[in-house]
Nanobody, 123 residues
Framework: QVQLVESGGGLVQPGASLRLSCTAS?????MGWFRQAPGKEREFVAA????????YDGDSVKGRVTISRDNAKNTALLQMNSLKPEDTAVYYC???????????????????WGQGTQVTVSS
């Protein structure tokens, strides 16, 4: 059983930055970040391949997020900049086998999920 521990959420003002962290007990093929706002479906934010380091961003956050990894610590970091109120959501990290670029945005491709961390963007 893989365990994921997230941290870094909180309340920030519009335009601010925030960095989320996710540490896995075991490193799998890929690490992804998703978010879910009340009444909305889970949305892909970003993902990274543990092996190659290739990164992928969701359309709604493209240009405002950077995902990176620290292999030695089994940790993935999500740097979010220029945050908007519509970024408010619970953010989840997930890990699973890497099936290629077309699969990273599909939550069904991930086997293990963190507990989620709340990000609220409000003035």
């Amino acid at each position: 059983q893989v365990q994921l521990v997230e941290s870094g959420g909180g309340l920030v003002q519009p335009g601010a930055s925030l960095r989320l962290s996710c540490t896995a007990s075991v490193r799998a093929g890929a690490m992804g970040w998703f978010r879910q706002a009340p009444g909305k479906e889970r949305e892909f934010v970003a993902a990274i391949s543990w092996t190659s380091g290739n990164t992928y961003d969701g359309d709604s956050v493209k240009g405002r997020v950077t995902i990176s990894r620290d292999n030695a610590k089994n940790t993935a970091l999500l740097q979010m900049n220029s945050l908007k109120p519509e970024d408010t959501a619970v953010y989840y990290c997930a890990t699973g086998a890497y099936y290629g670029p077309s699969s990273v945005s599909n939550p069904r491709r991930y086997d293990y999920w963190g507990q989620g961390t709340q990000v609220t963007v409000s003035s």
